[in-house]
């Protein structure tokens, strides 16, 4: 295999790239890629990426909101220096062996290869992630890391490897496009594309993810985030919590009411509920087994907590649910 050509270090010449698009993507992180380089062309006044679209096949691929996005068939792209795969949904599904071989040959040409969303899930498909850090979206987390134990699995929120890129999802995608904007035309310029969406600069690609989104965490409200995300299914006492993080209960409390405006205790249940409404919706689990997952003791007890946050009962969420499973 030719070695990647390194994207990341000042260059002025526009980067070639292509952007696979999958069925059943995210809008967003669609978006999230592809906006970024308009940006920095429109900024630039010259471009700064050079891109098409690429589809697996010779139709247009269809996102989850319903558009369509024709392309150039990947069995016919003759070669770029960045490839993105954008993916969503039904991964398993899309992971055709033409797919597959596609990515390996594009791959053997040193094209650098980058993954958004459901995307490195397909690139660790083909085995183009072995050896490398990668990350993909948090609710796939658990399973990339026990379906690739040869891929070095992180919960950052975009990571960076020799000829390999991926992110978690739509901002951290922003993020990680901000990155090779910086890296190749400085971190001014990236500024000022970031600026073009209200946004405050790219956060560092090690901030892990979280099932709550971007919060007002300090350090030591983040720690304690991070614990309590990491023990769903067995709850953590608060006491325990803070003593691992070198402070008081006390302590504990008054900065979360201060960051968060919530209390520790509110703050974990609020995780565990958020994962349980995820369970409920997106995967086939028993909801006895979505309850114990997600730290419930008894199925009435889950029932009574997810019916107060969520304001039905898991069943009828399940049934009136139709958003498709994630693989």
């Known amino acids: 295999m030719k070695s990647a050509k390194n994207i990341l270090q000042p260059e002025h010449q526009p980067l070639k790239t292509a952007v696979l698009v999958l069925d059943e993507c995210n809008t967003l992180s669609f978006a999230a890629v592809v906006d970024p380089m308009r940006a920095a062309n429109r900024l630039a006044g010259r471009h ?34 960045l490839l993105i795969v954008v993916a969503g949904f039904q991964l398993a599904r899309q992971a055709t062996p033409s797919l597959l071989a596609g990515l390996r040959r594009i791959a053997e040409t040193g094209t650098t290869l980058a993954g958004v969303d459901g995307g490195p899930w397909l690139l660790a498909e083909a085995g183009l992630l072995d050896g490398h850090a990668a990350t993909t979206h948090w609710e796939d987390l658990d399973n990339f890391a026990s379906r690739f134990p040869e891929v070095d699995t992180r919960q950052d929120r975009f990571t960076l490897s020799e ?30 594309v970031a600026g073009l969406f209200l946004y405050d600069g790219p956060s560092a690609p090690t901030r892990p993810q979280s099932r709550l989104g971007s919060q007002k965490h300090n350090a030591l409200t983040a720690k304690a985030n991070a614990l309590m995300e990491a023990s769903l299914d067995e709850p953590l006492p608060l006491s325990y919590i803070a003593e691992s993080l070198g402070t008081s209960s006390r302590s504990l409390q008054q900065q979360f009411r201060l960051r968060l405006n919530t209390t520790p205790q509110d703050h974990y249940l609020h995780l565990r509920l958020a994962e349980a409404r995820r369970l409920v919706t997106d995967t086939e689990l028993p909801l006895m087994d979505v309850a114990m997952a997600t730290g419930f003791t008894s199925q009435s007890s889950f029932a009574r907590a997810f019916r107060t946050a969520h304001g039905s009962t898991a069943r009828d969420l399940r049934q009136d649910s139709s958003q498709p499973l994630r693989h």
């Open 48 to 81: 700064a990426f050079d891109w098409d679209y690429v589809t697996p096949t010779d139709e247009p691929s269809m996102l989850t909101s319903g558009l369509t996005v024709p392309g150039i068939p990947l069995a016919r792209l003759q070669g770029c220096e």
């Open 163 to 192: 000829g390999r890129l991926t992110s978690g999802g739509a901002t951290p995608a922003i993020e990680m496009m901000l990155h090779i904007i910086g890296a190749r035309h400085g971190i001014g310029f990236a500024s000022r």
